[in-house]
Structure formats: C-alpha cells, structure tokens
C-alpha cells in the first residue's frame, strides 16, 4: 500500500508542476529556454545524387525542454518570430554551426551547412554579420555556409536582394527554400541572386502518385536548370522518388531515404562514411 500522505505529496507536486506550466506560456518558457542555451542543432545529410556522396547538412534547430519533451521547430520557430526572439536564436544556431562543425569543414573543404534564415534575419541584414563575425578564426570558408531562405524573407524584395547580393559578395551561397508552395515562387526566381533551388517536399511526395500535382514537378526542375541554380529535392522518401529525380538530372537530395536529421557526432560519422575517396 502507499501511504495517504505520500499520495498527496505527489499530487501536490503535480499540480505545482501543472500550474507552473500553465503560467509560463510557451513564450515564456522558451525565452528562458534560448537564455540557458536549451536550443541546439541536429543536421540532415545532404546527398549528391550522382555518387551517393555526403556533400553536408541543413543545421535544423531543436527544442528540448527540462522535463525531456521536443516542441517541434514548425510550433517555436513562428511563435519566436511573432515575440521578437528570432535574432537570438539564428545568433544560436550560427554559433552552434561553428562550434560544431569548424573540424568537419576543415578536412573536408567540399562540404557545407546550410542555415535557415528567418523573414527578420534577412531584412534586418544582421544574420550576416553574426556570421562572418563568427566564422572570424575559425577556419571555416564562406562557401562553406549556404543560406536557405523561403518566400516570407522576400515580402521586402529591395531589401532582400540587397543583402543576398551582400550573401553571395561575402562568399555564401543561397539557396530559395520551399520552392514552389508560395504565391510569387516565379517572381522571385527572376528578381533574387540565388544559387540554389530547393524543390518542396510536396512536389517530391506527388512523385510517383497518381495525383496531378507530379506534372509541375518536372517544370520546377527545367526551370533551375534553365537559370543555371543548382537543384536540391527536399524530403526524398522512396526509392522511386529517388530514381525520378535521377531521370531529371538533379543533383542534390535530402531525406529519410538518406537519412534523418542527426545529431552532431553522428552526422560527422555519417559524413566520413560517405566522403569522395
Ligand atoms: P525546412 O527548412 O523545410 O526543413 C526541412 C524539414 O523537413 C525538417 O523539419 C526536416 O526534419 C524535415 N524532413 C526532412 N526530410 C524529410 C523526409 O524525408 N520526410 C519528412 N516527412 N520530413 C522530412 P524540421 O526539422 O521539423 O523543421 C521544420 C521547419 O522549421 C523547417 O522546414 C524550417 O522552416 C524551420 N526551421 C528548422 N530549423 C530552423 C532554424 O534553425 N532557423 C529557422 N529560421 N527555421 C528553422
Ligand atoms: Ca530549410
Ligand atoms: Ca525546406
Ligand atoms: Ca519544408
């Protein structure tokens, strides 16, 4: 039996820990989760299609709270956006990138991570100061961060162009995240210095489908060629997937098929791995 007093030890400790998470809203608590670094980076391998090779990594944030549960990126990230917190957490991840993966991107000076940026980082210009004032010392090589950035950093299309022009000056590649789910993808493609092109995964998912969504896909793909982008399919799943993207020249692909977002020590050996002999 359990005693009547420790029963009620437990459910008063239950409920404290039940009304403190209701009065520290998520806001709250992941104010305090960037203050004690709670945040962190797991990175998904990015594949040469033609050879099989790791050529690097998309940096993805995580949130792990004190009590072990993850709040998904797709949840904080546009909550950190709305209350002003997105700088500080891009300042993170740009200084998680450097610390862990300067030896990586020492030996092997063909890989590269990428950073997602957020509408903030772009317009504010302040991302690539953080970036190259991080790197400073390093060892790491501008062309060896890509930015990723996706249509809600283009709403000011001046600005935006401005500071990937100031991107690539320094060295960075960039990359049009998302490609193909927004309203202006086009536009966008004819008015920005990009480097790269990432196929949205739900171009990549009507692949092979019966869904007459997949004609387009072939259309994105021709497209880049055409404007001389590189092409990274995003989400790649299956096999069949992998073997249309083939048939289309593509270069690059990332996904559950290759690998899921690893965190740091298992991505370096997955890259060792998967390394140009
Ligand atoms: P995203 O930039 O489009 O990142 C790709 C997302 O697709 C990641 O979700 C990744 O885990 C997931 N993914 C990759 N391959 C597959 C696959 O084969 N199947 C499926 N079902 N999913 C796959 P994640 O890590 O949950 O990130 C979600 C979004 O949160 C990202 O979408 C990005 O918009 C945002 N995000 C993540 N990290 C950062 C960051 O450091 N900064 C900013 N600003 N945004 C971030
Ligand atoms: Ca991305
Ligand atoms: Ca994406
Ligand atoms: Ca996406």
């Known amino acids: 039996f359990v005693p009547l007093g420790l029963l009620m030890a437990a459910a008063g400790a239950g409920l404290v820990i039940w009304l403190s998470r209701r009065r ?35 940096a993805l944030v995580r949130w792990q709270r004190p009590d072990g549960t993850q709040v998904r990126p797709d949840l904080f990230i546009p909550l950190a956006e709305e209350a002003g917190m997105i700088a500080a957490i891009t300042d993170l ?8 993966m300067r030896e990586l991107l020492a ?12 509408a903030e980082d772009i317009s504010s210009g302040r991302a690539l100061k953080v970036i190259s004032q991080r790197m400073a010392g390093s060892g790491i090589l501008p062309q060896q961060i ?23 000056r320094a060295g960075h590649s960039v990359a049009i995240d998302d490609f193909g789910v927004g309203y202006s993808s086009l536009q966008y493609l004819q008015q920005l210095p990009l480097d790269a092109l990432k196929i949205d995964k739900s171009f990549i998912d009507a692949i092979g489908t019966e869904s007459a969504t997949s004609p387009v896909t072939p259309h994105i793909i021709g497209m880049a060629r055409e ?28 996904g559950w098929l290759f690998s899921r977002p690893l965190p740091r020590d298992e991505f370096i050996a997955f890259h060792r791995k998967r390394q140009q002999q």
């Open 107 to 118: 030996e092997d000076r063909s890989a590269h991570i990428a950073i997602n940026l957020a």
């Open 24 to 58: 520290l809203s998520m806001r709250g608590e992941l104010r305090i989760a960037i203050r004690r670094r709670e945040l962190y980076l797991h990175y998904q391998p990015i594949i040469e299609l033609d050879t099989g090779i790791c050529v690097g990594a998309e």
């Open 227 to 254: 404007l001389g982008l590189w092409v990274v399919a995003e989400g790649v799943e299956t096999e069949a997937q992998l073997a249309y993207l083939h048939s289309q020249h593509v270069q690059f692909g990332q």
């Open 146 to 168: 890509w930015l990723e950035a996706t249509e809600h950093g283009f709403l000011d299309i001046d600005r935006a162009r401005t500071m990937l022009a100031a991107a690539r």
């Open 93 to 100: 991840v740009i200084e998680n990138v450097v610390a862990d």
